[in-house]
């Protein structure tokens, strides 16, 4: 997709992070955006910054965990902008998760599944009906993670396992799209190629009431990604930060190529992953991967 004028993309989590950097980077090049949501406080920014610079654009309460809010996005959209060109599954949160895993609150994983990998479900249920019966080129792009998809930290598993669940059907859909011979293509986005600075480390400002515990906040003790810039300082490591708008144009960079993998990395994020595949193939005892090292 080499001109994005006057293309209508929806993006779920579009009010703050990557989502609000990928409405503006399109929004600049002539889309139209419809921003899905369930911060109503990033939501009312984000709709008076994109009127401010005079870009086309609604924005609308989404919850990516139910497809009938998802699918009222998508009726929505079509009604402001008649049809849909690019579907952003960009919705995510970091449940905060620290220590061992069988300690971890039932709760904790709900509420991270049903967002990060219910909520790609439901976008898929959503939308690409809508984009395979219009025949016509478009674009689904789900927001992944190397932290799941490529390989595996050990300080927060049920981010992790939520991340390579994402990828296995993000990758399958590719597969059943080519399959199917639609014009539609399927990306992966994995933002980076460092710690991105966004609000995933305070997610739980928009934690649902009934997923909510008696400990409130990060049980990480990280709440931002300044919080964990100190922590790698302690253990003299210096983090390196990506910030959103840097993934956004790197992403567009990719779908203007067609391509499945908006990735960018490190030579060490490299090195990292060429490991980890020969782990597999020599049978080797995996160790763990640590933020930074």
């Given at each position: ?40 406080s ?53 449940a ?15 509420w ?25 080129e ?69 934690r ?79 160790v ?6």
């Amino acid at each position: 997709m080499q001109d994005f004028n006057n293309k209508v993309a929806v993006i779920t989590g579009g009010a703050s992070g990557v989502g609000r950097s990928l409405a503006f980077a399109l929004g600049r090049r002539g889309a139209k955006i419809a921003v899905g949501d369930v911060d109503k406080s990033a939501m009312e920014q984000v709709r008076a910054d994109l009127a401010a610079e005079n870009i086309e654009a609604i924005v609308e309460f989404c919850d990516v965990t139910s497809v009938e809010s998802l699918s009222d996005l998508a009726d929505k959209t079509e009604s402001a902008f008649d049809h849909i060109d690019l579907v952003f599954a960009n919705a995510g949160i970091g449940a905060g998760e620290s220590g061992a895993m069988w300690d971890y609150s039932e709760k904790d994983w709900q509420w991270c599944l049903n967002v990060n990998m219910w909520g790609v479900i439901n976008s898929i249920r959503a939308f690409m009906p809508r984009l395979i019966a219009r025949n016509a080129e478009a674009h689904f792009v789900v927001t992944g993670s190397g932290n799941g998809a490529l390989l595996v930290y050990p300080d927060q598993p049920i981010y992790t396992a939520s991340k390579a669940a994402v990828h296995a059907i993000t990758e399958n859909l590719h597969y059943q799209v080519q399959a199917a011979q639609s014009p539609v293509k399927v990306s992966a986005l994995f933002p980076g190629p460092h710690v991105v600075d966004t609000g995933l480390f305070n997610s739980g400002r928009v934690r649902p009431q009934e997923l909510k515990k008696d400990v409130e906040g990060n049980e990480s003790g990280i709440s931002s990604v300044e919080d964990m810039k100190k922590m790698c300082e302690e253990f003299g490591i210096e983090l390196q930060t990506t910030h959103p708008d840097e993934v956004a144009e790197m992403a567009v960079a990719g779908l203007q190529k067609d391509a499945f993998w908006l990735l960018a990395t490190t030579p060490e994020t490299d090195a990292k992953i060429r490991a980890r595949a020969d782990m597999i193939l020599n049978r080797e005892t995996p160790v763990p991967n640590m933020v930074g090292a």
